[in-house]
């Protein structure tokens, strides 16, 4: 496999973009596919053998364009459908994305973490897992955001829709929490947000930086960096209207 081909981060829709970020800041002389199925978003409230079969699908066709990586941003298709990735592409790097949970428990000062994640991250074995894992001395109080994704792929970022939205969901836990876990690609966009309604002392994880800095050691294991000298490319690519989702891509760029 040749070290010039691309990276390819695939998402429900816009939310890897969050992840594309931090990859391109890590490595950004590699060049990147991005893909997003923005036809078919949000993942989040769909049955798991309907996400799988959409993420089988996308994924193949970046396969077939060809690529040295795959990184699965988005915590949905990550819970659902990456250990059958795996299986199916063996000779392929295959990245995921998993909640920020070991840190958010690691600092809490008061043991109330939150997490935010779609009803299907949250219902998901690998995600219990690293609640039981990590969070044997901290009160976890999940909480599924239905509606949350869709909202920000409709380009709600900081209006009146998503203060509203927000409000809403996060009054119960505001001086409850000290720490919240965004276990979704999609809700670093609205961390301002997010913050402003449970409070600045409140810290926010996410997991971003962990897989862009788990791409490169993978990369470099299987020696696969591109050389300092390449002219990095990238494609931003979706299922759905191309023209409406490259401007919030390029928006998101500069949140």
Known sequence: MSSSLPIAVFDSG?????????????????????????????????????????????????????????????NTATSVAIDEIRAIYPELCVIGVEPAIKPAAEYTENGNVLVMATPATLSEERFLNLVDKYCCDCEVELLPCHELAGLIEQGHIDDEII??????????????????????????????????????NVKIFDGAIGTANETRRRLEQCDLLCDENAFPDIKILTSGDNESFCSLVSTLFNV
């Open 14 to 74: 816009v939310g890897g973009v969050s992840v594309l970020k931090q990859l391109i800041n890590i490595m950004p002389n590699e060049s990147y596919i991005y893909y997003g199925d923005s036809k078919n978003a949000p993942y989040g409230s769909r049955s798991h053998e309907d996400i799988r079969s959409l993420v089988l699908l996308c994924v193949k066709e970046l396969v077939d364009m060809g690529i040295k990586a795959l990184v699965v941003a988005c």
């Open 163 to 200: 203060n509203s939205h927000l409000e809403n969901i996060l009054s119960p836990y505001k001086n409850k929490v000290d720490s919240v876990v965004l276990g979704c690609t999609h809700y670093p966009f609205v961390k301002n947000v997010i913050s402003k309604h449970l409070g600045e």
